[in-house]
């Protein structure tokens, strides 16, 4: 069992940042796949970012160039640093790591990009 959970989100203005938190119950090498994802209301959840199974860097070109994804293995924590940030970048954030083939999901953290 795997539990994941976010922080960090918030209104912000267009062209500011933010940083998200995934605070993950185990050691996140443990994991096949870490990442972020988004979802807009009406549209389809999708990656962000993601570190990958085999051991890539994943971004969204929607994203690319603007948002940076770390992770800090000492405190089993993930992050989003998300910068110039656009009104199409609100959404709910999940964080989703793969163990042992099973995805799982955090509650997700609402972000809000507008003036």
């Known amino acids: 069992q795997v539990q994941l959970v976010e922080s960090g989100g918030g209104l912000v203005q267009p062209g500011g940042s933010l940083r998200l938190s995934c605070a993950a119950s185990?050691?996140?090498?443990?994991?096949?796949?870490l990442g972020w994802y988004r979802q807009a209301p009406g549209n389809q959840r999708e990656l962000v970012a993601a570190f990958t199974s085999g051991g890539r860097t994943d971004y969204a070109d929607s994203v690319k160039g603007r948002f940076t994804i770390s992770r800090d293995v000492a405190k089993n924590t993930l992050y989003l640093q998300m910068n110039s940030l656009k009104p199409e970048d609100t959404a709910v954030y999940y964080c989703?790591?793969?163990?042992?083939?099973?995805?799982?999901w955090g509650q997700g953290t609402q972000v809000t990009v507008s003036s």
């Open positions: 185990r050691i996140i090498f443990s994991f096949d796949s």
């Open positions: 989703n790591a793969v163990f042992r083939f099973e995805p799982y």
